[in-house]
């Protein structure tokens, strides 16, 4: 590493013990070495590899950061920044990018909310519970809420959730206009993606036109990029959601539609193929080479005719072999939201969920779900008021008990139980076996070696009792990346283990990637898909993880929750 990374790690770690409250000098300390180093002139890994030098004689260098550096170098990160993180996730030193939040603030919202992220803070200051800690009030809330959206608009994506959320507020908008037939979402988000750069908008019928004119004038739009006679261009909302709106006459809609959709990769493979029959595939048309005689462009679906596929669902619309499978008639028969069941992974106010356990079964209930397994924390996570073995057993009891009340809902208990560092499990096994659906996860250490992530895993992968690992990777869209393991052997070992790999369907993780659930697919693993929900709203994220698993090529046959009750009992030995 070179000094400048040594000093970022430095300094975070005393941002960190600072936002803990702890003590002032020790919290210099780190601070200062991390400017000394970062300004120090030759590469501090250089003398630590020199016996000939030592570490303590660069001024402002004491025994403890010494060793903390020696121990960067070895490993990239040094203990007392791991226990830190333990207790802080990396998350809460975002906020100390907004303006208005010191470290005490952020300590603060951490004990009583237990909030550490950007999306959290803002939901508490638009839910006005800011306001109630001391010494903050409404001012400070709109200061903040003022802050967080310029810090977003730093960020270049956005998350598959938010851009939907705009798209369904402008289409409710735009189909407000006398004369429009129908507004689409193309682009990235019609091909449901987990991020999208910027949102693509269609619009059809004879009031296309006006609806471009209305569509400048949406109070949200805050700066007009573009504006002609068939498109605008816009900045939408504080967080600054570029939007493209097209205006298009009906006739060569499906033609637009799949220009529009992509993926990029995807047309080039199309428009070849259109080539080798003799017609140009365009934003207007599918038309003959020769006589530019337009041959389908009112539908999609005639113009995918008219080059020998079947209909490609945009999920597919990859270059990853949709067109091949299109021709020979062997494209999936794709999940849908339907096709769920049950969602398997949830918490309540057992741990750090903010709705009871009888709450949660009526909200997927209401949801029209047969069953539901409550899964809430270990005791490893003693933020989130994890279970330990005796509260876990009791726990199991009183969601038998509920079960037993017979809601319209079957309610199978669970946990989320944690991972830790050397693969063992939170609970010991005789608590484990009282539990219906234990999924594993891990929260902690996420910066091992990829080796000794593999090994831990792996040995998680032993634990009898084991149903499902959770959102396997651990990455956080736009603010954590997947953390590396040898994913082919875990798969591997989960399809030999029966233990089910989840698609957390939480629109901040989305994890299992596409990517890797149709790998492991490949490998013959079986997947559940759940939402993780910590509020009963949560529950209705389910449809974005159905949209991952249809990216990843995966049939209702691939995932467990679209088994009915009793066959799903079955399956987990519960029956
Ligand atoms: P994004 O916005 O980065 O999340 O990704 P997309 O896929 O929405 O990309 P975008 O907005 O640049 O364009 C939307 C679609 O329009 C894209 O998927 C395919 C089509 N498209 C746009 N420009 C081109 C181009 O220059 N060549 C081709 N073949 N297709 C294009
Ligand atoms: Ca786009
Ligand atoms: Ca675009
Ligand atoms: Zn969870």
Redesign the pocket.
């Known amino acids: 590493m070179d000094n400048h990374e040594i000093a970022k790690l430095l300094a975070e770690t005393a941002d960190l013990m600072e936002i803990a409250g702890e003590d002032g000098f020790r919290i210099r300390s780190y601070r200062n070495a991390a400017s000394v180093v970062d300004g120090y002139p030759e590469p501090l890994s250089a003398i630590v590899k020199d016996p000939g030098q030592k570490l303590t004689d660069v001024p402002g260098i004491g025994k403890g950061i010494a060793s903390a550096i020696e121990e960067i170098e070895q490993r990239g990160s040094f203990e007392r920044r791991d226990q830190m993180l333990e207790l802080y996730p990396p998350t809460a030193l975002e906020l100390l990018n907004i303006q208005g939040l010191g470290p005490k603030s952020i300590k603060l919202l951490f004990d009583t909310y237990r909030v550490s992220t950007i999306d959290g803070l803002e939901k508490l200051c638009q839910e006005q519970k800011l306001r109630e800690l001391p010494r903050m009030g409404a001012k400070l809330e709109e200061k903040v809420l003022r802050s967080i959206a310029q810090y977003r608009q730093r960020s270049d ?1 956005f998350l598959m959730s938010f851009a939907q959320g705009v798209a369904q507020e402008l289409t409710e908008y735009l189909m407000a206009v006398e004369g429009v037939e129908q507004v689409t979402a ?4 019609r ?1 449901g ?1 987990e ?4 949102l ?1 908008l269609l619009a059809t019928g004879p009031g296309a036109a006006a609806a471009l004119e209305k569509f400048v004038k949406h109070p949200k739009v805050h700066e007009v990029l573009g504006h002609g006679e068939n498109k605008a261009s816009v900045r939408f909302g504080l967080e600054g959601l570029q939007v ?1 709106l097209r205006a298009l006459p009906r006739e060569h809609f499906g033609a637009a539609l799949q ?6 990769e995807h ?2 493979h199309l428009r070849t193929r259109a080539l080798k029959m003799g017609y140009t595939l365009s934003e207007y048309s599918l038309a003959r080479v020769e006589s530019k005689e337009p041959v389908a462009a009112a539908t999609e679906e005639e113009i995918y005719e008219k080059l020998g596929l079947a209909w490609i669902p945009p999920e597919l619309r990859e270059n990853q072999g949709e067109i091949e499978a299109a021709e020979k008639g062997t494209l999936p028969k794709l999940l849908t939201l339907g096709d769920i069941r049950g969602d398997l992974h949830m918490h309540t106010t057992e741990s750090d969920g903010r709705a009871t356990l009888e709450e949660m079964a009526l909200a997927a209930k209401a949801l029209g779900y047969e069953y539901i397994a409550i899964t809430d924390h270990s005791k490893a996570l003693a933020m989130a008021n994890g279970l330990d073995e005796k509260r876990a057993v009791a726990f199991a009891a009183l969601v038998r008990e509920l079960d037993q009340k017979a809601l319209g809902i079957r309610v199978f208990s669970g946990l989320e139980c944690d991972i830790k560092k050397d693969g063992s499990m939170d609970l010991a096994d005789d608590a484990l076996a009282e539990l219906d659906f234990v999924i594993g996860s891990v929260h902690s250490y996420m910066n091992q070696e990829s080796a000794e992530m593999t090994d831990r895993l792996l040995r998680a992968l032993e634990n009898k009792h084991l149903r499902a690992i959770g959102h396997p990777t651990g990455r956080v869209l736009l603010h954590r990346d997947p953390f590396p393991f040898d994913f082919d052997a875990i798969a591997s070992t989960a399809a030999r283990k029966k233990v089910l790999l989840e698609i957390n369907a939480s629109p901040e993780r989305l994890d299992l990637t596409a990517a890797l659930a149709r790998a492991a697919k490949a490998r013959g693993v079986k997947f559940v898909i759940s939402t993780d929900a910590h509020h009963p709203k949560h529950l209705a994220n389910m449809r974005y993880g159905v949209t991952m698993a249809r990216r990843a090529w995966l049939e209702p046959s691939d995932i467990v929750n679209t088994l009915g009750a009793a066959d799903f009992a079955r399956a987990i030995g519960r029956a």
Do not use: C, E, M, Q
């Open positions: 994506r193309a682009g990235s988000l091909r993606k991020t999208v750069g910027d693509d493209d220009y529009f959709t992509g993926s990029k047309n080039i």
